[in-house]
Nanobody
């Protein structure tokens, strides 16, 4: 079993920055990857960013490239999502997730076995 606790979401003005955190505990996940997804009201959950726990591979949704950065601190078993130049359309409930992807990054929710509880990000215009 793996437990994920995501945090860091809050209300922020457009153009501002936030850093989300996701702390993992339980079994070793060193061979897995971590992803961030988001879901806005009335919309499907969408991929945001992903990284292997070794930090060697990353992938981003086109909508966040150049603005968001995903990183991992293996010593703390924590993954971060640095979000800059936030836009109102970034408003959503953000979830972290992890799963056994064979050392590869993954952009589909079905690749992930464990999910955090979600942290709300609201960007005001």
């Amino acid at each position: 079993q793996v437990q994920l606790v995501d945090s860091g979401g809050r209300l922020v003005q457009a153009g501002g920055s936030l850093r989300l955190s996701c702390a993992a505990s339980g079994r070793s996940v060193s061979a897995w990857c971590m992803g961030w997804f988001r879901q806005a009201p009335g919309k499907e959950r969408e991929f945001v960013a992903t990284i292997t726990w070794t930090g060697g591979r990353t992938a981003y949704a086109d909508s966040v490239k150049g603005r968001f950065t995903i990183s991992v601190d293996n010593a703390k078993n924590t993954v971060y999502l640095q979000m800059n130049s936030l836009k109102p359309e970034d408003t959503a409930l953000y979830y972290c997730a992890t799963g056994p992807t064979g050392g590869n990054v993954a952009i589909t929710p079905k690749s992930y076995a464990y999910w955090g509880q979600g942290t709300q990000v609201t960007v005001s215009s």
